[in-house]
T-cell receptor, first 112, second 110 residues
Framework: SQKIEQNSEALNIQEGKTATLTCNYT??????LQWYRQDPGRGPVFLLL?????KEKRKERLKVTFDTTLKQSLFHITASQPADSATYLC???????????FGSGTRLLVRP | KAGVTQTPRYLIKTRGQQVTLSCSPI?????VSWYQQTPGQGLQFLFE???????NKGNFPGRFSGRQFSNSRSEMNVSTLELGDSALYLC?????????FGPGTRLTVT
């Protein structure tokens, strides 16, 4: 069956360290993968998109990698700050439609 | 530019009733998608509208329906509400590959 997995346990790190979040998928061949940030009671906010033919994408302190052989994406936040504390969601776009399949999200807590 | 707006933000309904939620996309965006978010199932795609036409539909029963108007505003309707319909309903407008979500409507069914 098709599945998208993100660490269900919260990731707890010290301010200044690099946070690394994982998104694994099975039985999908996505056209691209996106990462979103969601704060409690609010809608997700788009962060980064990486296409199937790209290995890595960067935006300021954010970096995303995409390994279609391993069927895995890693999302890194360098020099993390308490304001980065939120739930991070990965989402796959499967085909020519714009239907997104979301993972369950990983909660990140950055301690001051 | 104003973001995606959704009304109402909170709603309480009883089983068997119906509800209509509204979404106004970012100006110039012609695509609107709807998602349901629950603690157990996460974010699940409901449907997408583009230029007043439904382009995609998720795996939800026919009680869930939607429409889009000529000004790109969209409404979602749920009939015969069930307790399990309690969720955060999110609308997103899209330009290119980037989706912009609204704050959501929190629906509670009692």
């Amino acid at each position: 069956s098709q599945k998208i997995e993100q660490n269900s346990e919260a990731l707890n790190i010290q301010e200044g360290k690099t946070a690394t979040l994982t998104c694994n998928y099975t039985n999908y061949s996505p056209a691209y993968l996106q990462w979103y940030r969601q704060d409690p009671g609010r809608g997700p906010v788009f962060l980064l998109l990486i296409r199937e033919n790209e290995k890595e994408k960067r935006k300021e302190r954010l970096k995303v990698t995409f390994d279609t052989t391993l069927k895995q994406s890693l999302f890194h936040i360098t020099a993390s700050q308490p304001a980065d504390s939120a739930t991070y969601l990965c989402a796959l776009r499967m085909d020519s439609s714009y239907k997104l399949i979301f993972g369950s999200g990983t909660r990140l807590l950055v301690r001051p | 530019k104003a973001g995606v707006t959704q009304t109402p933000r909170y709603l309480i309904k009883t089983r068997g009733q119906q509800v209509t939620l509204s979404c106004s996309p970012i100006s110039g965006h012609r695509s609107v998608s709807w998602y349901q978010q629950t603690p157990g199932q996460g974010l699940q795609f409901l449907f997408e509208y583009f230029s007043e036409t439904q382009r995609n539909k998720g795996n939800f029963p026919g009680r869930f329906s939607g429409r889009q108007f000529s000004n790109s505003r969209s409404e979602m309707n749920v009939s015969t509400l069930e307790l399990g319909d309690s969720a955060l309903y999110l609308c997103a407008s899209r330009v290119g590959d980037e989706q912009y979500f609204g704050p959501g409507t929190r629906l509670t069914v009692t």
